[in-house]
């Protein structure tokens, strides 16, 4: 469920009209809706209110500060993955006791940063991090809090760059490893083993990979409790699809009740981290037609964003619904085939192929939808093009979230040597 609708032939964020903000914001520009934000959110805690979890937003999806304070403002913690979303975590007033840290590759540095700032726990993805925290907390002379991340090695369905649970993966740790440390967890003075965790995946929509992998890790706690090694959490990850095209992902309550079942009596703290599911769909993008480029073979709707702005469709062949901010104006009748591709210099650089549209011309606005996650926490200035604008509507209100980059922006931090000079 999102809060873009038509009124009146006219696109419309919760109560402000799209085209509106078009004419004051120079596109392409991110639009958020804030009750739709807000809203999903809600409905994963009603959903699992009889667990009582502590639900964990993950930055990645979408680190925008206004975003990131909404949430926390809402009660939710956050999901990391660097020293500089611990940085955000932290400006937009998040509790560390409210913060997870995953990540293979976590830095000395970061380590050390978020030891300091006593975050809840990291979620650990190897035996050598495992050591670099260890060796970290006895130089602070403390005692870091952990989850070891599994890998219960179980089939997402998803698409092969966001699938995290197999063995053939970069992430986690094999049950066999993280037996055999939790059994010598005493080795590890500076350590506090206080949980579990696992991440399976992005966009799933099936819970069947959730329930399996669910199952096998509280067969190892099963395992480990028998051996009085006490496990305090249970982090059971994010990945909760949305819909993009056809797709029909499980509601927050279809999801819950395959789920909490499970949970239930085991007397586990338990933790989700929802990006996607939060954010997706409360995003998208405008952007403004330039041309319509018409050649023997194809059709082109040459649109201001490209590939830089938004990667999904580029990177992973993702599917965007786009719709005219104005139907109305629009010939349905002479309907036909466009790719709808943008002004960066690669074959790569489209939102859609092959995609049937009505007529349309130069100037008309489209919307992108279903971009508020993986869509600006992805944003590059690849061929020296300015980062967009974030809005966010909350009511008949709009805020600009963060400003549109400027050409100083692009070069502000370059540096030329003297000898160039």
Do not use: W
């Not at 500060?65 to 956050?78: M, P, Q, Y």
């Not at 399976?200 to 509280?218: C, E, F, H, T």
């Not at 496990?231 to 992902?249: C, H, Q, R, S, T």
């Not at 395959?258 to 239930?264: H, R, S």
């Amino acid at each position: 469920m999102h809060d873009f609708k038509y009124k009146n032939s006219e696109l419309f964020c919760e109560a402000v009209r799209v085209g509106d903000i078009a004419k004051k914001v120079a596109t392409p520009f991110y639009l958020y809706s804030y009750n739709t934000l807000l809203g999903h959110f809600h409905k994963l805690r009603k959903a699992f209110g009889s667990l009582k979890p502590l639900i964990c937003y993950s930055m990645k999806a979408n680190s925008n500060l206004s975003i990131c304070r909404a949430l926390t403002k809402a009660g939710s913690g956050l999901d990391i993955v660097s020293g500089g979303e611990l940085y955000k975590a932290l400006l937009v007033g998040c509790s560390p006791k409210k913060i997870v840290y995953a990540s293979v590759g976590k830095t000395e540095e970061e380590i050390r940063q978020a030891i300091a700032k006593q975050i809840l726990f990291f979620n650990v993805e190897s035996y050598p991090e495992l050591e670099l925290i260890n060796k970290v907390a006895k130089d602070l002379n403390v005692a870091a809090s952990v989850a070891l991340r599994i890998n219960p090695d179980v089939e997402p369905k998803t698409h092969s760059y966001i699938t995290t649970g197999k063995l053939t993966n970069k992430f986690g740790i094999d049950f066999d490893t993280a037996y055999t440390i939790l059994t010598h967890r005493k080795k590890m003075r500076h350590i506090n083993f206080n949980g579990l965790h696992m991440h399976i995946g992005s966009q799933i929509i099936d819970a069947q990979p959730y329930i399996q992998a669910v199952k096998k890790l509280l067969g190892f706690i099963q395992k480990l409790r028998k051996e009085a090694i006490p496990i305090e959490y249970l982090n059971i990850g994010g990945g909760l699809g949305i819909i993009y095209n056809n797709e029909k992902p499980q509601t927050a309550d279809e999801f819950a009740k395959k789920i909490v079942p499970l949970l239930k009596n085991t007397g586990l703290k338990i933790i989700l981290e929802p990006g996607r599911f939060i954010v997706g769909n409360a995003g998208i993008v405008v952007t403004k037609i330039l041309y319509v480029k018409k050649t023997p073979l194809k059709n082109f709707v040459i649109v201001d964003a490209g590939m830089n702005d938004l990667i999904r469709p580029s990177l992973y062949g993702a599917y965007h619904d786009i719709l005219p901010l104005r139907p109305s104006t629009i010939d349905h009748r002479l309907s036909t085939k466009y790719d709808v591709v943008g002004p960066i210099c690669e074959s790569g650089d489209f939102f859609a192929k092959d995609r049937i549209l009505p007529k349309v011309n130069e100037g008309d606005f489209l919307a992108i939808m279903s971009t508020g996650a993986y869509g600006f926490s992805m944003a590059s200035n690849y061929n020296c093009r300015l980062r967009p604008a974030e809005v966010m509507i909350r009511g008949n209100k709009s805020f600009v979230v963060r400003k549109r980059d400027s050409y100083l922006d692009l070069v502000r931090k370059d540096v030329i040597p003297e000898f160039l000079k």
